[in-house]
């Protein structure tokens, strides 16, 4: 019975750290912070793509960024910034749409995060 009990602490340390972040987000968050690719938080965290998308649209978020550079051109973020204008940031879809389908959904999260932030 002392065995179990001494095991689930260990995992409930490992699962979550500082501030209810788990311990790939936060190493996440620190390549973010070098300026790191999204493909390279994806190898070190071993994590999914979709994973670090998210990821970095709640660092850009909490950090208050208004540019979403280097994960994100400028012509890009500018037609993201565009489309925005004529259909707002309430939901994703009308701005994909706005732009005919030709910028991919993580794409618009970064761009939209950093909008908000403005």
């Known amino acids: 019975m002392a065995i179990a009990e001494e095991a689930a602490p ?11 972040k788990t ?18 938080v994806v190898q070190n965290t071993g994590r999914a793509r979709s994973t670090v998308i ?3 649209v709640e ?11 280097p994960w994100l051109d400028e012509q890009t973020f500018a037609k993201v910034a565009a489309a925005v204008k004529e259909v707002g940031t309430e939901r ?3 701005i994909f749409d706005q732009l005919n ?4 959904y993580d794409q618009i999260r970064i761009a939209v995060a950093c909008l908000r932030n403005a």
């Open 10 to 20: 260990v995992v409930a340390i490992e699962a979550f750290t500082a501030a209810g």
């Open 23 to 40: 311990a790939s987000q936060l190493a996440a968050e620190t390549l973010f912070r070098e300026g790191k690719s999204i493909d390279l």
């Open 54 to 56: 998210g990821y970095l």
């Open 59 to 69: 660092f850009l978020t909490e950090q208050g960024h208004l540019t979403p550079e």
């Open 92 to 94: 994703l879809k009308p």
């Open 101 to 104: 389908g030709t910028i991919e």
